[in-house]
């Protein structure tokens, strides 16, 4: 079985705190993780990524942690602004190579003044 | 540089109509993938492709099929299209890694392709 879930369909936060966004998964061989961003009219486009064999991973503002006991994965927004209000999907690979993707559903981040 | 454009970006069909979808990738990736993305759930896969002249199954290729006849375009063809079929299709590209590790080298999207089937 290999699902990704995102169980929180919104998130509102105010400018400046922190963000976090929470992602869980069934498959314990996924060897990696993807989150995607994803504005209205417009395709995702990657933000960060990391490796089963690693626990965290950093890039500006943006931080993801992967706790492999607990199938768990997050994403940390450091400080939110509003240009960060978006959709963000988190995903793994499918089975079978090739970097085919399953994405989890997805979570509408609200950033407010 | 246009990294991924899929073309139409808006179609409204009928029942049983076919049409075609056409993505192009100006990156000289060698895989291409096609996704849908429904209300309330995440993109799924429906083909893809690892190289010029080859086509796979995703997770839900029913009622469509695929062709790559050049590297750079990886078409969707729908042949009868059924109400269902009503979602926003996405195109993606990436390059094989390699000897390195696959999330080192995500997918890049197009900007979509929203379909109504009346």
């Known amino acids: 079985d290999q699902q990704v879930k995102q169980n929180s369909p919104s998130l509102s936060v105010q400018e400046g705190r922190i963000s976090i966004l929470n992602c869980d998964y069934t498959?314990?061989?996924?060897?990696?993780f993807l989150w995607y961003k994803k504005y209205p009219a417009e395709g995702p486009t990657f933000l960060i990524s990391?490796?089963?064999?690693?626990d965290k991973n950093e890039d500006g503002r943006f931080t993801v942690f992967l706790n492999k006991s607990a199938k768990h994965l997050s994403l940390h927004i450091v400080p939110s602004q509003p240009g960060d209000s978006a959709v963000y999907f988190c995903?793994?690979?499918?089975?079978?190579?090739?970097?085919?993707?399953?994405f989890g559903a997805g979570t509408r981040l609200a950033v407010h003044p | 540089n246009a990294g991924v454009t899929q073309t139409p970006k808006f179609r409204v069909l009928k029942t049983g109509q076919s049409m075609t979808l056409l993505c192009a990738q100006d990156?000289?990736?060698?895989?291409m993938y096609w996704y849908r993305q429904d209300p309330g759930m995440g993109l799924r896969l429906i083909h893809y492709?690892?190289?010029?002249?080859?086509?796979a199954k995703g997770e839900v290729p029913d009622g469509y099929n695929v062709s790559r006849l050049k590297k750079q375009n990886f078409l969707l063809g729908l042949e009868s299209a059924a109400p269902s079929q009503t979602s926003v299709y996405f195109c993606?590209?990436?390059?094989?890694?390699?000897?390195?590790?696959?999330?080192?080298?995500?997918?890049?999207f197009g900007d979509g392709t929203r379909l109504s089937i009346l």
């Open positions: 993606a590209s990436s390059y094989h890694p390699g000897q390195g590790s696959w999330s080192n080298q995500p997918q890049h």
């Open positions: 498959n314990s061989m996924f060897d990696y």
């Open positions: 492709s690892v190289g010029e002249g080859t086509t």
């Open positions: 990391i490796s089963s064999i690693k």
């Open positions: 990156m000289n990736h060698e895989y």
């Open positions: 995903a793994a690979p499918l089975s079978g190579g090739y970097n085919k993707l399953i």
